[in-house]
C-alpha cells in the first residue's frame, strides 16, 4: 500500500473524530491542528489499529512527526504484522 492509498484510508477516520474537518497531507504535523491533543492521539491510534488490523508497539507513534511518516508507520506494521 503506497504512502497516498493510507492517506486516502485515514481521512474518513480522522473526519470521524475531528470535529473540525482536518485536511491530511504528508506533510501535516499535530502542531498544525489545533484540536489534535494528546487525548485526541490515542483514539486515533486505536482506530488506526483497528481499521488496518495492526499493533503499534511503544513509542512507535510518538517517533513519528508527520502524517506522511505515520503513513509509512502502518504500511511498515501492515506488511510486519
Not at 10 to 15: A, S, T
Not at 30 to 44: C, F, H, K
Amino acid at each position: 500500500m503506497t504512502q497516498s492509498e493510507i492517506i486516502a484510508q485515514l481521512q474518513p477516520i480522522f473526519d470521524d473524530l475531528f470535529m473540525d474537518k482536518v485536511e491530511l497531507t504528508p506533510e501535516l504535523t499535530a502542531n498544525d491542528v489545533e484540536e489534535w491533543n494528546s487525548l485526541l492521539q490515542i483514539s486515533i491510534t486505536l482506530a488506526v489499529e483497528k481499521h488496518f488490523g495492526i499493533r503499534f508497539r511503544v513509542g512507535e507513534v510518538e517517533a513519528t512527526k508527520s502524517v506522511g511518516d505515520f503513513a509509512d508507520l502502518i504500511a511498515r506494521r501492515a506488511v510486519g504484522s
